[in-house]
């Protein structure tokens, strides 16, 4: 019995240590997430150097900062929970207005000089809407992105190094380069906590809102607020083929299909992919224009990306001194480099993929026959795997794509971007639709296509949302735990509070915090959030499902509902983890969602010829003709294709991207423009020949002009 009494009071003590250390942790991860709404006045833009910078390298580039770069202002810190140096930048309001016209920084103008979005004018300052509020004129993240212009323009001159590791070369970016050799561990904008929480409750919580997306355009700029704009415009394009195949998914059911199921379902949704491309080329056109971004400058004239590596020349534009780099260098690289690692990776893709569907027609044969416990589920398995296997994939490909990228040293990162996408959007088209393809043009069996889209989507889609909020959350957690514990110690629990700790756990109460708790900045907090790079993988992951939706409707007709359920959850984790999972981006402009309207056109191509595919494969011109020969019926087949892609080419064509309503107001902002151009020439003319008067006339001395004048 003593026996059992000591070993009774060693597991009462294990379990209210184990208690303790929880409620410790839980409370130190709180303090992590818990701070003032309030954001710091005195920064916009954080530096932190890599663990084990010294001081003297933090000097080195501070010194240069402070020299080359005066506009910047910044404070040296050290984050005592990550052990990391780190700078503080801001801008004064002088400095600003300075950066404002290098980035072509755009406001809108006074509503009594029209109030559109215009390239902001020093000289004209005072007709901007609200400039006389110093403090209020700058959003976050314009003064944001005028910090980060001045800090990656800082340049090497002759003989700069990082001590012995890093040599730089005349007029190369220094920022980009220590960022990229891992010298310095993060670069990124501070959040505004005020925004934030009102973009929680407007956006995230507001679930049966419109999406703020003027909102989200000046907090996070244009670039991503088009994403949620062309996200919103797809869910609601989404109902009318949920609507459509749910009808059809209840009035015929799966195996009593008719002859005209298929045909009606494959050419209305091969319609709704049309009209619905056509219809956001438009709405674009109206969001860039009310945004200030409809209007882009020559390729010329912007500013080349960081990381372009080049023999610095004259621009024969600007004449300042830009890194050049020759095209058929470039092209040599694509052709004997990237296109052959593609290649391969594509080839490696199918292989991968006739291994599953080989293990799945194993599985297909042999679990008839076993006789244990869930023998028919294990003909799930190999879908499930490969639905894994596609995201694995995808991330080791990703990897490879940026290295390949990197390699063709693209001057502008929307040229960088592009092709990067365009690689991207080739392999995870063959990754994720080459099974589909194999089962239904190859093994012909429609049935086991519709099982393989059941698995495929739902698999798909739900292991993508949970990838995309759990995943950065859970890392941001474990990181707020560790940190907290190398801050504030591993909390412990002495012999003489046990009773106590008892006590109070038995009372329901919890424990006061007696240890002594480290201050954390917003800095420290947002430092350990994963870093948010654009909105690549969401429009990928949207990429794929509107294939599966445009070319597999026919088949199965919920694909739509299926899409439309997971887009309504997709908008608002899209928002949340943007907002709390993720370290705020760079506020970026764009003129529309670039390279993605193209995939997107490119796959309603090919969703014809793929509908075409199936409704032969179902049999239905047979039924419907049943007089044709096999080479008759192919003509048809080929012949209605070739006219579907002639209208599809005709309908691109025919539509006006740019509505005329707003045709008109550019119009007239274009008329406005030129009076005010040819006003302004008027003017410089004649005080021209005003100034060449004055020049021309004879100097009178100062009694005798008087003489003149009086008469």
Sequence with gaps: MPDVHKYKERFTDFRHRVAYTGRELLERSRKWRSFSTKSPSNCDVVVTFKRGTSESQVDWISNRLQARIPELLFTKTFHSGTQRPALYLT?????????????????????????????????????????????TFFTSSERQTIVRYYLMSLRAMAGDAWDDDIKFSQGQAIMPVLLA???????????????????????????????????????????????????GHYTTALLIPAIFGLLCWFIVPAGKERALHYPVLAFFTMLWAVFFQEVWKRTSNHYTYHWGTLDKLPSLLEQPRPLFRGALEPSPI???????????????????????????????????????????EYADVKSSSWRFRGATLVPFLPMILYGVNINILNAIYHKIAVHLTEMENHRLDESYNNALISKLILFQFINAFYASFYIAFYRMDLALLRHHLVTILVIRQIAGNLKEVFLPLGQTRVRQVYLSLRADGFPSLKKDDLHTLGTEASDGKSSPNKSTETKITQAEQEEI???????????????????????????????????FLN??????????????????????????????????????????????????????????????????????????????????????????????????????????????LRTLEREC???????????????????????????
Excluded at 192 to 207: I, K, M, P, Q, T
Excluded at 329 to 352: A, D, G, Q, S, Y
């Design 529 to 563: 959030m994963p870093k948010y790079d654009d909105a690549t993988n969401d429009y990928l992951e949207m990429f794929i499902q509107f294939g599966f939706v445009s070319m597999f409707t026919c088949v199965f007709p919920i694909c739509g509902l299926l899409a």
């Design 181 to 231: 050799a891992g010298k310095i561990a993060t670069i990124f904008p501070l959040h505004d906590r005020e925004a934030l929480a009102v973009l929680h409750n407007s956006w995230v919580r507001g679930f049966t809102h419109r999406q703020p997306l003027d909102a989200v355009a000046e907090y996070f700029g244009v670039k991503i607020a088009l994403y949620f704009a062309w996200l």
């Design 685 to 711: 003319r004649k005080e021209a020949r005003r100034v060449s008067d004055e020049n021309d006339s004879p100097d009178y001395p100062s009694d005798q002009t008087s003489d003149i004048d009086t008469p």
């Design 318 to 360: 600007t004449g300042r001194l830009e890194p050049f780099y020759p095209r058929w260098k470039r092209n040599l690289i694509v052709c004997f480099v990237t296109f052959p690692m593609t290649l391969v990776c594509l080839l490696f893709v199918v292989v991968v993929a006739i291994a599953h569907i080989k293990l799945q």
């Design 91 to 135: 801008c004064s309001f002088n400095d600003l207005l300075k950066g404002s016209r290098e980035v072509r920084l755009r406001k809108r103008l006074a509503s009594e000089f029209g109030g559109e979005m215009q390239e902001f004018c020093i000289e004209d300052c005072e007709n901007f809407e609200g400039f006389f509020d110093h403090e």
């Design 567 to 676: 887009n309504i959850l997709e908008i608002r984790s899209d928002a949340f983890k943007l907002l709390t999972n993720f370290q705020r981006p760079f506020s970026e402009t764009a003129r529309g969602i670039g390279v993605w309207e193209r995939a997107f056109e490119i796959v309603s191509y090919v969703a014809i010829a793929v509908n075409i595919g199936l409704i032969g494969v179902s049999g239905s011109i047979q039924a419907l003709f049943p007089g044709l020969t096999t080479y008759q019926y192919i003509l048809l087949l080929i012949a209605v294709e070739h006219i579907l892609f002639a209208l599809r080419f005709g309908l691109s064509h025919i539509v006006p991207p740019i509505p005329f309503a707003l045709e008109r107001s550019i119009a007239i902002l274009e008329h406005k423009r030129r009076e005010a």
